[in-house]
């Protein structure tokens, strides 16, 4: 017999491919990012103080995605505010060890670094400042995750040309 944590799995599972089948709903989905966008909706929000630019849908995915992997290091480009860092490193110190974050900007601005550099989760967050499709940058990257075994990389460094 299936059991119960397995059986409510799978239902998510089948509504999850339905949903996905369903145009009614995608034409509804793409509709409210297009015109939330116009209000820069995912400028809104903030993670433990700092700004994230993300939508909640996609905080979430994160989040199970790192309770999945459990890195013991985290790579982004793309910090802005500093948002998506913090949320890393938060995640990493409810997974518990000594996980690390890497963020790489091209453009680090001193009031975010001000504001990353004295919350309570840079203990475990690296910044390095640089385009991240430069060599020496890479070279720098790849210095730091040497010596680690489970590592997560998040491009969020690109801004996409327009869906709507
Ligand atoms: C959408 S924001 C990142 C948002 C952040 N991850 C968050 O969730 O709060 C994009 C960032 O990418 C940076 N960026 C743009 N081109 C870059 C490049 N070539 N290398 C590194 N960072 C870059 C910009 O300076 C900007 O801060």
């Known amino acids: 017999m299936t059991s119960p944590v397995i059986a409510f799995k799978q239902e998510c599972q089948a509504n999850i491919a339905k949903m996905t089948e369903d145009e009614k709903v995608q034409k509804l ?67 518990g060890g000594d996980g690390q974050v890497l963020g790489i900007d091209i453009d680090i601005r001193e009031h975010n670094r001000a504001e990353i550099e004295k919350h309570p989760m840079f203990r475990r967050i690296t910044m390095v400042e640089g385009s991240s499709v430069d060599e020496n940058i890479a070279a720098q990257v790849f210095d730091f995750a040497k010596r680690k075994k489970n590592i997560l990389v998040c491009l969020d460094s690109c801004t996409p040309t327009s869906m709507c």
């Open 29 to 95: 989905s793409r509709e409210w990012i297009c015109e939330s966008a116009k209000y820069k909706y995912s400028y809104n929000l903030s993670w433990m103080g700092r700004p994230i630019i993300q939508y909640p849908q996609d905080i979430i995915a994160m989040q199970e995605i790192l309770w999945q992997v459990k890195p013991d290091l985290i790579i982004e480009t793309g910090i802005a505010h500093g948002g998506s860092l913090i949320f890393s490193a938060s995640m990493l110190e409810l997974i």
